[in-house]
Protein backbone atom coordinates (compact mmCIF):
# COMPACT_ATOMS: atom_id res chain seq x y z
CA UNK A 1 0.00 0.00 0.00
CA UNK A 2 1.01 3.77 -0.56
CA UNK A 3 1.81 6.05 2.61
CA UNK A 4 -1.50 7.74 2.51
CA UNK A 5 -3.21 4.72 3.37
CA UNK A 6 -0.92 3.37 5.59
CA UNK A 7 -1.60 6.81 7.39
CA UNK A 8 -5.51 6.28 7.05
CA UNK A 9 -5.80 3.24 8.54
CA UNK A 10 -3.21 3.94 11.70
CA UNK A 11 -4.73 7.22 11.89
CA UNK A 12 -1.86 9.27 11.94
CA UNK A 13 -0.62 11.76 9.68
CA UNK A 14 1.69 11.13 6.50
CA UNK A 15 4.17 13.75 7.77
CA UNK A 16 4.03 11.24 11.36
CA UNK A 17 5.06 8.06 9.03
CA UNK A 18 8.02 10.00 7.28
CA UNK A 19 9.14 10.85 10.60
CA UNK A 20 8.50 7.13 12.37
CA UNK A 21 10.69 6.26 8.99
CA UNK A 22 13.52 8.46 10.18
CA UNK A 23 13.97 6.95 13.56
CA UNK A 24 14.35 3.70 11.68
CA UNK A 25 10.77 2.44 13.32
CA UNK A 26 9.46 1.31 10.00
CA UNK A 27 11.42 -0.12 7.13
CA UNK A 28 9.17 -0.46 4.32
CA UNK A 29 9.67 -2.66 0.77
CA UNK A 30 10.72 -0.50 -2.27
CA UNK A 31 9.24 -1.12 -5.75
CA UNK A 32 11.35 -1.08 -8.77
CA UNK A 33 10.32 2.54 -9.29
CA UNK A 34 11.17 3.53 -6.23
CA UNK A 35 7.77 4.21 -3.95
CA UNK A 36 7.87 2.76 -0.76
CA UNK A 37 5.64 -0.31 -0.35
CA UNK A 38 3.99 -0.98 3.05
CA UNK A 39 2.08 -3.94 4.49
CA UNK A 40 -0.27 -5.16 7.61
CA UNK A 41 2.73 -5.22 9.54
CA UNK A 42 3.50 -1.69 9.16
CA UNK A 43 0.00 -0.36 9.74
CA UNK A 44 0.33 -2.14 13.05
CA UNK A 45 3.72 -0.51 14.06
CA UNK A 46 2.11 2.38 13.56
CA UNK A 47 -0.62 1.84 15.68
CA UNK A 48 1.09 0.70 17.99
CA UNK A 49 3.62 3.53 17.64
CA UNK A 50 0.57 5.63 17.87
CA UNK A 51 -0.84 4.15 21.46
CA UNK A 52 2.19 4.32 23.43
CA UNK A 53 2.20 7.96 22.34
CA UNK A 54 -0.89 8.39 23.51
CA UNK A 55 0.21 7.47 26.85
CA UNK A 56 2.87 9.73 26.82
CA UNK A 57 5.98 7.42 25.72
CA UNK A 58 7.33 9.42 22.62
CA UNK A 59 8.28 7.85 19.40
CA UNK A 60 12.03 7.58 19.87
CA UNK A 61 10.96 5.81 23.37
CA UNK A 62 9.10 3.01 21.52
CA UNK A 63 11.48 0.97 19.68
CA UNK A 64 11.80 -1.49 22.49
CA UNK A 65 8.33 -2.21 22.16
CA UNK A 66 8.49 -3.06 18.38
CA UNK A 67 11.67 -5.26 18.74
CA UNK A 68 9.05 -7.37 21.11
CA UNK A 69 6.72 -8.01 18.12
CA UNK A 70 10.10 -8.33 15.57
CA UNK A 71 10.88 -11.24 17.76
CA UNK A 72 7.76 -12.73 17.42
CA UNK A 73 5.68 -12.17 20.68
CA UNK A 74 2.23 -11.78 20.21
CA UNK A 75 2.13 -7.71 22.32
CA UNK A 76 4.39 -5.21 22.28
CA UNK A 77 5.02 -5.57 25.75
CA UNK A 78 5.65 -9.21 26.03
CA UNK A 79 9.30 -8.23 27.02
CA UNK A 80 11.10 -7.29 29.89
CA UNK A 81 12.63 -4.11 27.58
CA UNK A 82 9.38 -3.50 27.04
CA UNK A 83 8.26 -3.49 31.11
CA UNK A 84 11.26 -1.47 31.81
CA UNK A 85 10.26 1.25 29.19
CA UNK A 86 7.15 2.04 30.53
CA UNK A 87 9.00 2.00 34.25
CA UNK A 88 11.23 4.60 32.76
CA UNK A 89 7.54 6.32 31.20
CA UNK A 90 5.96 6.22 35.04
CA UNK A 91 8.86 7.42 36.45
CA UNK A 92 9.40 10.66 34.14
CA UNK A 93 5.30 11.44 34.27
CA UNK A 94 6.08 11.35 38.34
CA UNK A 95 9.19 13.87 37.70
CA UNK A 96 6.71 16.00 35.64
CA UNK A 97 3.92 15.79 37.84
CA UNK A 98 5.88 16.75 41.00
CA UNK A 99 7.34 19.48 39.38
CA UNK A 100 3.62 20.82 37.96
CA UNK A 101 2.19 20.32 41.64
CA UNK A 102 5.52 22.63 42.83
CA UNK A 103 4.61 24.86 40.40
CA UNK A 104 0.55 25.03 41.08
CA UNK A 105 1.38 25.28 44.74
CA UNK A 106 3.65 28.30 44.27
CA UNK A 107 1.40 29.95 42.31
CA UNK A 108 -1.65 29.42 44.75
CA UNK A 109 1.06 31.05 47.30
CA UNK A 110 1.73 34.00 45.39
CA UNK A 111 -1.88 34.56 44.33
CA UNK A 112 -3.21 34.44 48.14
CA UNK A 113 -0.32 36.85 49.01
CA UNK A 114 -0.87 39.52 46.31
CA UNK A 115 -4.67 39.31 46.25
CA UNK A 116 -4.66 39.83 50.90
CA UNK A 117 -1.96 42.58 49.89
CA UNK A 118 -3.72 44.20 47.67
CA UNK A 119 -6.70 44.34 49.67
CA UNK A 120 -5.19 46.26 52.35
CA UNK A 121 -2.97 48.74 49.92
CA UNK A 122 -4.91 51.46 48.03
CA UNK A 123 -4.06 50.94 44.03
CA UNK A 124 -1.63 52.93 42.67
CA UNK A 125 -2.32 55.79 39.54
CA UNK A 126 -3.90 54.25 36.76
CA UNK A 127 -5.13 50.73 38.24
CA UNK A 128 -8.05 49.28 39.44
CA UNK A 129 -8.69 48.26 43.11
CA UNK A 130 -9.40 45.00 44.76
CA UNK A 131 -12.53 44.17 45.14
CA UNK A 132 -13.29 44.95 48.87
CA UNK A 133 -15.85 42.81 50.36
CA UNK A 134 -16.03 44.74 53.80
CA UNK A 135 -18.12 47.54 52.08
CA UNK A 136 -21.44 47.38 49.79
CA UNK A 137 -21.92 49.66 46.45
CA UNK A 138 -24.23 52.10 46.12
CA UNK A 139 -27.89 50.73 44.41
CA UNK A 140 -27.71 47.09 45.40
CA UNK A 141 -31.41 45.72 44.84
CA UNK A 142 -33.41 44.63 47.95
CA UNK A 143 -34.98 41.49 48.16
CA UNK A 144 -38.30 40.98 48.49
CA UNK A 145 -40.26 39.29 50.79
CA UNK A 146 -41.58 36.01 49.11
CA UNK A 147 -42.97 34.59 52.17
CA UNK A 148 -40.64 31.53 52.02
CA UNK A 149 -39.87 32.01 55.66
CA UNK A 150 -43.49 32.95 57.36
CA UNK A 151 -43.95 29.03 58.25
CA UNK A 152 -40.66 28.93 60.23
CA UNK A 153 -41.53 30.86 64.09
CA UNK A 154 -42.68 27.84 66.28
CA UNK A 155 -40.61 25.04 64.33
CA UNK A 156 -38.45 23.05 66.28
CA UNK A 157 -34.87 23.13 64.57
CA UNK A 158 -33.94 19.61 63.65
CA UNK A 159 -31.05 17.44 65.31
CA UNK A 160 -28.09 18.21 62.25
CA UNK A 161 -24.86 17.91 63.04
CA UNK A 162 -22.70 20.50 61.30
CA UNK A 163 -19.01 20.66 61.39
CA UNK A 164 -17.86 24.24 62.41
CA UNK A 165 -14.16 26.10 61.98
CA UNK A 166 -12.94 25.00 65.24
CA UNK A 167 -12.84 21.55 64.02
CA UNK A 168 -16.09 20.66 66.45
CA UNK A 169 -19.51 19.29 65.04
CA UNK A 170 -22.11 21.36 66.55
CA UNK A 171 -25.92 20.34 66.63
CA UNK A 172 -28.21 22.59 65.17
CA UNK A 173 -30.61 21.07 67.10
CA UNK A 174 -29.14 20.80 70.41
CA UNK A 175 -27.91 24.18 70.90
CA UNK A 176 -28.33 24.84 74.62
CA UNK A 177 -30.30 26.88 76.69
CA UNK A 178 -31.44 30.35 76.18
CA UNK A 179 -31.38 31.80 72.95
CA UNK A 180 -28.57 31.56 70.15
CA UNK A 181 -28.50 34.10 66.99
CA UNK A 182 -28.37 32.05 63.59
CA UNK A 183 -27.37 34.16 60.73
CA UNK A 184 -27.58 32.36 57.27
CA UNK A 185 -25.97 33.97 54.35
CA UNK A 186 -25.49 32.55 50.55
CA UNK A 187 -21.99 33.33 49.92
CA UNK A 188 -18.40 35.04 50.86
CA UNK A 189 -16.18 36.53 48.76
CA UNK A 190 -12.09 36.41 49.29
CA UNK A 191 -9.75 38.38 47.88
CA UNK A 192 -8.27 35.26 45.49
CA UNK A 193 -11.47 34.51 44.86
CA UNK A 194 -14.04 35.89 41.95
CA UNK A 195 -17.17 35.84 42.93
CA UNK A 196 -20.53 34.48 40.77
CA UNK A 197 -21.17 36.14 37.34
CA UNK A 198 -23.70 38.81 37.74
CA UNK A 199 -23.21 38.82 42.00
CA UNK A 200 -24.21 42.29 42.66
CA UNK A 201 -27.67 42.13 40.81
CA UNK A 202 -29.19 39.34 42.70
CA UNK A 203 -31.69 40.95 45.03
CA UNK A 204 -30.13 39.58 48.77
CA UNK A 205 -26.85 38.27 47.40
CA UNK A 206 -24.12 40.82 48.05
CA UNK A 207 -23.14 41.83 51.35
CA UNK A 208 -22.24 38.52 53.35
CA UNK A 209 -18.91 39.66 54.22
CA UNK A 210 -19.91 43.06 55.26
CA UNK A 211 -23.00 40.98 57.44
CA UNK A 212 -20.35 38.74 58.79
CA UNK A 213 -18.35 42.19 60.24
CA UNK A 214 -21.27 43.62 61.88
CA UNK A 215 -22.29 40.24 63.92
CA UNK A 216 -18.22 39.94 65.08
CA UNK A 217 -18.33 43.89 65.58
CA UNK A 218 -21.03 43.74 67.73
CA UNK A 219 -20.63 40.43 68.86
CA UNK A 220 -20.16 41.56 73.04
CA UNK A 221 -23.38 43.54 72.93
CA UNK A 222 -25.33 40.78 71.72
CA UNK A 223 -24.23 38.42 74.05
CA UNK A 224 -24.97 41.18 76.70
CA UNK A 225 -28.25 41.50 75.29
CA UNK A 226 -29.47 38.10 75.87
CA UNK A 227 -27.55 36.17 73.14
CA UNK A 228 -26.22 33.13 74.84
CA UNK A 229 -24.46 32.65 71.52
CA UNK A 230 -24.13 33.59 67.65
CA UNK A 231 -22.95 31.08 64.22
CA UNK A 232 -23.06 32.07 60.71
CA UNK A 233 -24.15 29.51 58.54
CA UNK A 234 -23.66 28.65 54.97
CA UNK A 235 -23.29 25.97 52.40
CA UNK A 236 -19.66 27.04 51.90
CA UNK A 237 -16.92 23.73 52.99
CA UNK A 238 -15.53 24.43 56.34
CA UNK A 239 -12.38 25.24 54.56
CA UNK A 240 -13.47 28.22 52.86
CA UNK A 241 -15.03 29.12 56.13
CA UNK A 242 -11.89 29.23 58.28
CA UNK A 243 -9.98 31.66 55.81
CA UNK A 244 -12.92 33.74 56.60
CA UNK A 245 -12.75 33.29 60.18
CA UNK A 246 -8.90 33.67 60.20
CA UNK A 247 -8.93 36.68 58.00
CA UNK A 248 -11.56 38.90 59.79
CA UNK A 249 -10.48 37.74 63.51
CA UNK A 250 -14.47 36.43 63.96
CA UNK A 251 -14.99 35.61 67.51
CA UNK A 252 -17.55 32.95 66.85
CA UNK A 253 -17.85 29.93 64.33
CA UNK A 254 -18.42 29.26 61.39
CA UNK A 255 -21.00 25.76 60.09
CA UNK A 256 -20.78 24.44 56.87
CA UNK A 257 -23.84 23.12 55.09
CA UNK A 258 -22.53 21.81 52.11
CA UNK A 259 -25.50 19.75 51.41
CA UNK A 260 -28.04 21.74 52.47
CA UNK A 261 -29.65 19.78 54.76
CA UNK A 262 -30.90 22.30 56.69
CA UNK A 263 -32.68 24.10 54.18
CA UNK A 264 -34.00 20.88 53.15
CA UNK A 265 -35.26 19.89 56.87
CA UNK A 266 -36.73 23.51 57.57
CA UNK A 267 -37.62 24.36 54.04
CA UNK A 268 -35.27 27.76 54.04
CA UNK A 269 -35.47 29.56 50.98
CA UNK A 270 -32.00 28.63 48.62
CA UNK A 271 -31.41 30.55 45.07
CA UNK A 272 -29.49 29.27 42.08
CA UNK A 273 -26.76 30.99 40.58
CA UNK A 274 -23.95 29.99 38.01
CA UNK A 275 -24.81 26.37 38.93
CA UNK A 276 -24.38 27.22 42.39
CA UNK A 277 -27.68 26.33 45.27
CA UNK A 278 -26.72 29.23 47.68
CA UNK A 279 -29.23 29.95 51.08
CA UNK A 280 -31.53 32.87 50.64
CA UNK A 281 -29.90 35.22 53.50
CA UNK A 282 -32.39 34.86 56.78
CA UNK A 283 -31.27 34.88 60.27
CA UNK A 284 -33.21 32.73 63.38
CA UNK A 285 -33.26 33.52 66.78
CA UNK A 286 -33.59 29.71 68.45
CA UNK A 287 -34.83 30.10 72.08
CA UNK A 288 -34.32 26.14 73.68
CA UNK A 289 -33.45 24.90 69.88
CA UNK A 290 -37.35 26.14 68.49
CA UNK A 291 -37.34 29.15 66.34
CA UNK A 292 -38.39 32.36 68.13
CA UNK A 293 -37.87 34.78 65.69
CA UNK A 294 -37.35 35.25 62.23
CA UNK A 295 -35.46 37.84 60.07
CA UNK A 296 -36.61 37.87 56.69
CA UNK A 297 -35.57 39.46 54.03
CA UNK A 298 -32.46 41.36 55.54
CA UNK A 299 -31.39 44.70 53.28
CA UNK A 300 -29.03 46.24 53.72
CA UNK A 301 -26.88 43.43 55.59
CA UNK A 302 -23.98 45.21 56.65
CA UNK A 303 -26.66 46.95 59.30
CA UNK A 304 -29.01 43.84 59.88
CA UNK A 305 -26.31 42.99 63.42
CA UNK A 306 -27.75 46.60 64.72
CA UNK A 307 -31.25 45.20 63.95
CA UNK A 308 -30.47 41.98 65.66
CA UNK A 309 -29.55 43.84 68.52
CA UNK A 310 -32.17 45.93 68.90
CA UNK A 311 -34.70 42.76 68.66
CA UNK A 312 -32.92 41.11 71.67
CA UNK A 313 -32.66 44.38 73.35
CA UNK A 314 -36.89 45.22 73.03
CA UNK A 315 -37.54 41.75 73.64
CA UNK A 316 -35.49 40.54 76.87
CA UNK A 317 -35.93 36.72 78.44
Known amino acids: MRIGELARRAGVT ?11 LLAPA ?10 DHDVRLTQEIRALGRLGIPAEGTRPFLDCLALGHRHVDDCPAALAGYRDAITDLTQRIDGLIARRSALVARLHEAAHRGRLSPA ?3 EEPMTDHTSLPAGLPAPEDDGAAEHLPGMRVPHLRLPATDGATVDVG ?5 RTVLYVYPLTGRPDTDLPEGWDSIPGARGCTAETCGFRDHHSSLLAAGAARVYGLSSQDTDYQRELTE ?9 SDVARSLARTLELPTFTTSGLTLYKRLTLIIRDDVIEHVFYPIFPPDRHADQVLGWLSDNPL
Open 14 to 24: TKAVRYYESLG
Open 30 to 39: RLTNGYRDYD
Open 124 to 126: TEG
Open 247 to 255: RLHLPFQML
Open 174 to 178: ALGAG
